[in-house]
């Protein structure tokens, strides 16, 4: 049973830094895709990013691509998100998740979901 925590979160003015941690206990992660979501006030829960087993593959939403940069050290069990040019629209609470897959010895399969969740840490851009 995985346990994802993140943490990073905070408030920063318009066009500044932040760097978002996601730390898993449980299990390892080297082993899954993970990705980050986020959720604004009064919408729905959108994808932000999403990241392979060892970080040569990675995929962006297009209202963040080329801002915000996924990343993960598996020695670590655990998950960035690197936020740069921060906008107000950028303001939610962020969520990283582990997307589902079956592995064999000669590779895995990955499904089109995910099973385990965070509980969020808040980011808050100001103007």
């Known amino acids: 049973q995985v346990q994802l925590v993140e943490s990073g979160g905070g408030l920063v003015q318009a066009g500044g830094s932040l760097r978002l941690s996601c730390v898993a206990s449980g299990e390892d992660l080297s082993n899954y895709y993970m990705g980050w979501f986020r959720q604004a006030p009064g919408k729905e829960r959108e994808f932000v990013a999403v990241i392979n087993y060892d970080g040569d593959y990675t995929f962006y939403a297009d209202s963040v691509k080329d801002r915000f940069t996924i990343s993960r050290d598996n020695a670590k069990n655990t998950v960035y998100l690197q936020m740069s040019s921060l906008k107000l629209e950028d303001t939610a609470i962020y969520y990283c998740?582990?997307?589902?897959?079956?592995?064999?010895?000669?590779?895995?399969?990955?499904?089109?979901?995910?099973?385990?969740w965070g509980q969020g840490t808040q980011v808050t851009v100001s103007s």
């Open positions: 998740a582990r997307r589902v897959n079956v592995c064999t010895r000669y590779g895995c399969a990955v499904q089109n979901w995910y099973d385990s």
